[in-house]
Nanobody, 114 residues
Framework: VQLQASGGGLVQAGGSLRLSCAAS????????MGWYRRAPGKQRELVAG???????NYADSVKGRFTLSRDGDKNTVYLQMNSLKPEDTAVYYC?????????WGQGTQVTVSS
């Protein structure tokens, strides 16, 4: 499975961005797809994820601000990020995993200025 991530950029605090993660296979066949981020000097952390049946989970730091959605026709998972904060600045990565395999997309930089 190949993943293509896009949508990062520079935004002011309080602004919004939408990240996209396009998969080379049906997203409904993937057990779990998640967005992770790594900020400078910090460990990678899970931001949000969705199971094949649509159950979502979010990091406490983004609950109420970030929303996952899916488009099965485009095999794409989106991460809508609202009310962005400077501490959201990081490289964001999408990941897909099922039994026996895991795949990563390339990172996309999100920079939130204060």
């Amino acid at each position: 499975v190949q993943l293509q991530a896009s949508g990062g950029g520079l935004v002011q605090a309080g602004g919004s961005l939408r990240l996209s993660c396009a998969a080379s296979t049906s997203i409904f066949s993937i057990n779990y797809m998640g967005w992770y981020r790594r900020a400078p000097g910090k460990q990678r952390e899970l931001v949000a994820g969705v199971t094949a049946v649509g159950s979502t989970n979010y990091a406490d730091s983004v609950k109420g601000r970030f929303t996952l959605s899916r488009d099965g026709d485009k095999n794409t998972v989106y991460l809508q990020m609202n009310s962005l904060k400077p501490e959201d600045t990081a490289v964001y990565y999408c990941n897909a995993k099922s039994t026996g395999w895991s795949a990563w997309g390339q990172g996309t930089q999100v920079t939130v200025s204060s």
